[in-house]
């Protein structure tokens, strides 16, 4: 049984069937010169038949073919078939052919093709090839390389190619591309210079890869997909194991391509382009975008994805999405997800994540994993790891790792690690890093260090700074610290402290701090020198809220005389918990006359273990006659040490004993 619907789908299909077959006839039907000349012209002017429609121009040469004019029995012929009358064209071919008209040959060639006669219409398209008729030649080569037979079919495509016919020379470049020969650039170039928009196409992809690809042959350069260049999207990032990895991934920069060749591949993109070729039009808005030139980029991705192009319709909301326009985002990443684009639906997923629309977020990462598109299992681990719900994220992220997600495999070993499986982790984060990924790299480090092989570590470790991990550099900046390695330590540290780590820009600071020569004794009234490097590195640490560099920019800023400078970082260390900032804003403090202050900051940091702070408030208890108090405070300043504030302590103990027993 066949419902209304089906029918109605397999009439559609039909239609479609008939139209494309006519398209590509129409490819192949050979245009006849000069007809109205040939042509009775005893009722006509030219200007009548310059105006006339297209209903009293078949009217005419139908008149003209029934009085045997062969050129009329040709064009008419060639119009009906065009319209895909094949009965009412086909006596007119033939009739047509039967006195040697080349071009009716051609054309019968055609209609017996569209029949299924293929090898009677081979018959007449040789005849028609013969005679010089390179739209013959063309549909001759062509059939004879769907045979099999490519010498056949690289003669008489190269007949037709040779006479400038553009299909025939891409046909023929095609063919020639297939068995890897060079000679397919010069045939794609012959055919985009007559305005084949694909084989311009083509020929700007070959010239784009072999400028960014110089090892690659011409004959390579244009086969195989094609990758855009299109950013893809996905909501944050995989969790280190202790601490978190904070850089982006760097990496070798290749060379620049020869600026010739980048630039003639953009022009026969954009001729393509303007020629109405979708993948044409997306791939110049990329190389536009990637410029620099958003406003025209995004008319070229309009353009494609107006034509259907998922990718451009994917690219246009990206554009939109970082230019604030969300919405409009959001409009064209679902037209590109409804057509199967999985880089959309991830961006959707992610849209709907950051409004918490957890569940929205959840359907659309499964469209893109039923898309093919891996990062939708990798997204919804992510998602589910967000809300907590490990088991379903482990089961994620390991579908996602067995499909070669890199990002993956490191968010599976981290979840397994911190499971306590570190030895099923290890196998995991190995595959991740072989696979390029700079934190499974860095996580490897730290589980080797867990297990004391830290010659193993270091060699991680060293792996990933090298693609610019700023946790990575810093570790190994440590290492060569430890070793004495000073321009080694000094180079790695200035790449972490780049990178953000303030760590990094601490020690790096101390490396510098201790090249510096005495500055000597402060002169009253003397300038003030500029603030060295290793001040500034200081300075970018503390603004980073590192405590050991915020006390020693105050100690920097109370050494030139700067006590509201010094006073401020001293307290901002002290308040996030700084026992030496407290103490240091204690004898700031004292030193301004604010000893009832300074006694409240000596006692955080003394009831944090500051030895020295303790040693303070015991001299105070003693100077206040709170002897008992002193004394309990140099038993705490005794244990805190270090030896010489302990030995200072114990004879003031002494002391407060003996006057308390007097």
């Known amino acids: 049984?066949?419902?209304?619907?089906?029918?109605?789908?397999?009439?559609?299909?039909g239609r479609f069937v008939q139209r494309h077959a006519r398209n590509a006839a129409d490819e192949i039907i050979e245009a006849v010169g000069a007809v109205d000349a040939a042509v009775d012209t005893t009722a006509e002017t030219d200007a009548d038949t310059e105006n006339e429609t297209e209903t009293e121009s078949e009217a005419r040469h139908r008149r003209a073919a029934e009085r045997g004019d062969l050129a009329s029995m040709s064009a008419l012929g060639a119009l009906l078939l065009r319209r895909g009358d094949l009965d009412g064209a086909e006596p007119y071919l033939r009739g047509a052919t039967a006195e040697g008209d080349r071009a009716a040959a051609n054309n019968l060639g055609v209609l017996l093709h569209q029949r299924g006669y293929a090898d009677e219409a081979a018959g007449w398209w040789r005849v028609a090839a013969v005679a010089g008729s390179a739209p013959a030649a063309h549909a001759l080569g062509r059939h004879h390389r769907e045979r099999g037979d490519e010498p056949a079919a690289e003669y008489w495509l190269r007949q037709a190619a040779e006479q400038g016919h553009a299909l025939g020379a891409y046909a023929l470049a095609d063919l020639l591309e297939h068995r890897s020969d060079v000679g397919a650039e010069r045939w794609l170039r012959a055919a985009a210079e007559q305005g084949h928009r694909e084989a311009a196409y083509r020929l700007a992809l070959a010239l784009e890869r072999r400028a960014t690809d110089p090892g690659r042959g011409p004959h390579e350069a244009g086969r195989g997909p094609h990758d855009t260049g299109s950013r893809l999207r996905v909501p944050g990032g995989t969790a280190s194991a202790v601490p978190p990895a904070g850089a982006a991934p760097g990496g070798v920069t290749d060379p620049a391509p020869p600026k010739g060749e980048v630039t003639e591949a953009e022009q026969w993109f954009r001729q393509a382009a303007a020629r109405g070729h979708r993948r044409a039009a997306l791939h110049l808005g990329a190389i536009l975008e990637k410029r620099g030139d958003l406003k025209e980029a995004?008319?070229?991705?309009?353009?494609?994805?107006?034509?259907?192009?998922a990718k451009a319709a994917c690219a246009l909301g990206f554009l939109l999405r970082d230019a604030g326009d969300q919405e409009s985002a959001a409009v064209w990443w679902l037209r590109a997800a409804q057509d199967g684009d999985g880089n959309a639906a991830n961006a959707l997923g992610a849209l709907h994540a950051a409004r918490g629309e957890q569940q929205t977020a959840e359907r659309w990462y499964r469209a893109a994993m039923d898309a093919g598109d891996v990062n939708g299992a990798y997204n919804l681990g992510l998602l589910c790891a967000a809300q907590d719900r490990i088991p379903q994220a482990e089961q994620w992220y390991r579908r996602a790792a067995y499909?070669?997600?890199?990002?993956?495999?490191?968010?599976?070993?981290?979840?397994?690690?911190?499971?306590?499986?570190?030895?099923?982790?290890?196998?995991?984060?190995?595959k991740a890093a072989e696979a390029g990924s700079v934190d499974a790299a860095f996580n490897l480090g730290i589980l080797h260090a867990g297990r004391d092989d830290d010659r193993t570590a270091l060699v991680w470790y060293e792996r990933a700074a090298a693609a610019g991990h700023t946790e990575a550099a810093l570790q190994v900046g440590i290492a060569a610290l430890r070793d004495g390695d000073e321009r080694t330590a000094e180079r790695h540290l200035r790449c972490a402290?780049?990178?953000?780590?303030?760590?990094?820009?601490?020690?790096?600071?101390?490396?510098?701090?201790?090249?510096?020569p005495d500055p000597g004794p402060a002169v009253l009234g003397a300038p003030r020198d500029e603030k060295t490097e290793c001040e500034e590195w200081y300075e970018r640490a503390a603004q980073q809220g590192h405590r050991r560099a915020q006390v020693r920019v105050g100690m920097l800023a109370a050494g030139r005389g700067d006590l509201a400078?010094?006073?401020?970082?001293?307290?901002?260390?002290?308040?996030?918990?700084?026992?030496?900032?407290?103490?240091?804003?204690?004898?700031?403090?004292?030193?301004?006359?604010?000893?009832?202050?300074?006694?409240?900051?000596?006692?955080?940091a003394a009831r944090a273990g500051h030895g020295r702070a303790a040693l303070r408030l015991a001299l105070l208890a003693a100077r206040r006659g709170e002897l008992t108090e002193?004394?309990?405070?140099?038993?705490?300043a005794v244990e805190l040490g270090p030896a010489e504030v302990a030995e200072r302590a114990a004879r003031l103990s002494e002391a407060l004993h003996q006057e308390l027993t007097a």
């Open 298 to 309: 995004g008319r070229w991705y309009l353009s494609s994805a107006k034509e259907g192009e």
């Open 630 to 636: 002193g004394r309990h405070w140099c038993a705490r």
């Open 497 to 516: 402290a780049g990178g953000g780590s303030a760590e990094a820009a601490f020690r790096l600071a101390t490396v510098l701090d201790a090249r510096r």
């Open 1 to 13: 049984m066949v419902f209304m619907g089906d029918r109605a789908t397999l009439l559609e299909t």
């Open 403 to 430: 499909a070669g997600h890199r990002e993956a495999a490191n968010a599976l070993a981290v979840l397994l690690l911190q499971a306590g499986d570190a030895n099923g982790a290890e196998p995991w984060f190995s």
């Open 565 to 604: 400078e010094a006073d401020r970082w001293y307290r901002e260390a002290a308040e996030a918990g700084s026992r030496n900032g407290a103490f240091n804003l204690g004898l700031l403090l004292a030193r301004e006359g604010s000893e009832r202050e300074a006694a409240l900051w000596w006692t955080r």
